[in-house]
Nanobody
């Protein structure tokens, strides 16, 4: 198991930027990592993922070109740089880790989850 703690959420105007961080501890940080989000009344959805080295990334179509996932294994930290934010990006953002292979966009593939950080984008 990997323990995950997100930070960096907040309130921002449309068009603005935020950077989320996810500090990992516990078991090895060699897991593949991802970000998901959940808006009120909606299911948790995939945002982005990266492999253990950070050399391979995938994004949801809704954030492609605006968000960038990265990791610093020396600091055991995962990041999500969010630019050109839109009101529809408003959600609780969750960091997740997985040690097994599977569909990278599926919540069931991930073994460990953080508690989430709120991102609110005003119009």
């Amino acid at each position: 198991q990997v323990q995950l703690v997100e930070s960096g959420g907040g309130l921002v105007q449309a068009g603005g930027s935020l950077r989320l961080s996810c500090a990992a501890s516990g078991r090895t940080f060699s897991s593949a990592m991802g970000w998901f989000r959940q808006a009120p009344g909606k299911e948790r959805e995939f945002v982005a993922t990266t492999n253990w080295s950070g050399g391979s990334t995938y994004y949801a179509d809704s954030v492609k070109g605006r968000f960038t996932i990265s990791r610093d294994n020396a600091k055991n930290t995962l990041y999500l740089q969010m630019n050109r934010l839109k009101p529809e990006d408003t959600a609780v953002y969750y960091c997740a880790a997985r040690l097994r292979s599977g569909d990278y966009y599926a919540t069931s593939t991930y073994d460990s989850w953080g508690q989430g950080t709120q991102v609110t984008v005003s119009s």
